[in-house]
């Protein structure tokens, strides 16, 4: 969301971003209290992309309705991973993404409640509404649906099956490798994703060794960024650069299995002990 | 996402798969730190010399593919050089030798030159010290 709040800013609309905790979690308190007579919308995400964390969007939801403001929430990690059903959080606007639940790239959907008046993005047609112009992707858009439908399916199987293969993962990684933490929570937390720092270690030369390995997964240091600029989000849960620098984030899906998680957690100590050998961070006994 | 070994010359692979001359050194001649935690990278290097010629040399580095494979092949450069031969060194050449660096991590082999500077440095301020003591 920050981008589209900075071209508004741009536009000379007043943005307040929120602080979050060492979890990651926006604190609904600080919601209510920050809402003026002014505030038009209000935006947070239901589950975030790199440290997992799941919001109290319902919460925030009551807040926002009580004070009579849109509230907005990007589902695009949480639809067909976790329920979202858009009445019992509360919103009035959700964002999703059909390639998050298996489906199509390039296609994605905006809940919008009935009442809430919104100006379109693209101006001319008037294909759906008049809110969007431009001819449907009509072959997204039924992928889109199918999608939806697996996942209705088979979401409450596969969300505790994730969940397991994910805590034995967090579990198997702080009890195997010493000095290195959970980022973000450690029960509100989107089934998928696991997101842990290493001390004394760089996240690129880990992605490299595991990708040697053939286990894929990503990091939020700078190496691997053209910014040179370690991760926002690790840096506002207050992670130090070096520890931001040394985070690892392990996405699940439908098709690992155990076995793969048993292969991260014979691999990866090697890997770090062979790089915290080389690493001038770790100090001499 | 792309394969991330894809972004790097097999040399560059290479070297930072089985890095050259990693390690501490014991009473170095002239040691270089460069870098920080907040820019991501950090390397140490050491150097031995003996009558003005790098008789061995060896690195730690905290970083990314390309910091470990700079500072291997700086190290893999610098030994058998004299000291005047070490200062001509420049980063270009340590990419080069590695068969090239992606832009973005050019800056890797700013550090290994720098970091070797460094190391010189500190190997001739010393020697003038002693030079200074023995006088």
């Not at chain 1, 720092?197 to 490299?208: C, D």
């Not at chain 1, 062979?274 to 690493?279: K, P």
């Not at chain 2, 030994?79 to 270009?92: D, M, P, V, W, Y």
């Not at chain 2, 068969?99 to 070797?116: N, T």
Request: with cysteine.
């Amino acid at each position: 969301m920050i981008e589209p709040c900075k071209f508004l800013e741009r536009h000379g609309f007043k943005v307040t971003y929120l602080p979050v905790d060492e979890y990651g979690l926006v604190d609904p308190d600080s919601v209510r209290k920050t809402i003026t007579d002014k505030t038009i919308l209000i935006s947070i995400m239901h589950g975030n992309n790199e440290i997992g964390t799941i919001e109290p969007i319902a919460d925030i939801g009551k807040i926002a309705r009580d004070a009579g403001v849109y509230f907005h929430t990007d589902a695009v990690q949480t639809v067909g991973h976790i329920p979202t059903g858009v009445n019992e959080l509360g919103v009035n606007l959700l964002s999703m993404s059909a390639h998050k639940l298996y489906g199509p790239k390039g296609v994605g959907a905006l809940y919008i409640r009935k009442g809430t008046r919104l100006s379109p993005l693209i101006h001319g047609g008037d294909q759906e509404k008049g809110r969007r112009a431009s001819t449907e992707n009509v072959p997204g858009i039924v992928g889109l649906g199918k999608a939806v439908e697996l996942a209705q399916q088979e979401m409450t199987e596969e969300a505790e099956r994730l969940s397991f293969l994910r805590d034995k993962l967090i579990t198997g990684l702080q009890e195997g490798i010493d000095h290195s933490r959970l980022n973000g929570h450690p029960v509100n937390r989107l089934p998928n994703n696991v997101n842990v720092s290493i001390e004394y270690v760089e996240g690129e030369s880990m992605v490299l060794n595991l990708d040697l390995e053939g286990i894929c997964c990503s990091t939020g240091s700078a190496c691997t960024s053209s910014s040179l600029e370690p991760s926002h989000v690790l840096l506002a849960i207050n992670l130090s650069h070096e520890l931001a620098h040394g985070s690892l984030r392990f996405s699940l899906g439908k098709w690992n299995t155990e076995e793969d998680i048993d292969k991260v957690l014979n691999t990866l100590p090697g890997i770090i002990s062979r790089l915290r050998a080389m690493s001038p961070l770790v100090k001499k006994p | 996402m792309p394969d991330p070994t894809s972004l790097y010359s097999e040399k560059v692979m290479e070297h930072f798969r089985n890095p050259r001359n990693v390690g501490d050194m014991e009473n170095p001649d002239g040691t270089g730190h460069v870098g920080n935690p907040v820019c991501g990278d950090i390397m140490e290097l050491y150097i031995k010399v003996n009558d003005n010629t790098i008789t061995d040399a060896k690195f730690k580095t905290f970083g990314c593919g390309a910091a470990i494979a700079t500072s291997s092949m700086v190290t893999e450069m610098v030994i058998g050089k004299t000291i005047e031969e070490a200062l001509e060194i420049s980063n270009r050449a340590v990419a080069e030798a590695l068969g090239g660096l992606p832009p973005v991590k050019m800056h890797c082999s700013v550090l290994a030159e720098e970091a070797l500077k460094l190391a010189i440095d500190d190997y001739l301020a010393k020697r003038e010290k002693q030079d200074g003591e023995n006088e």
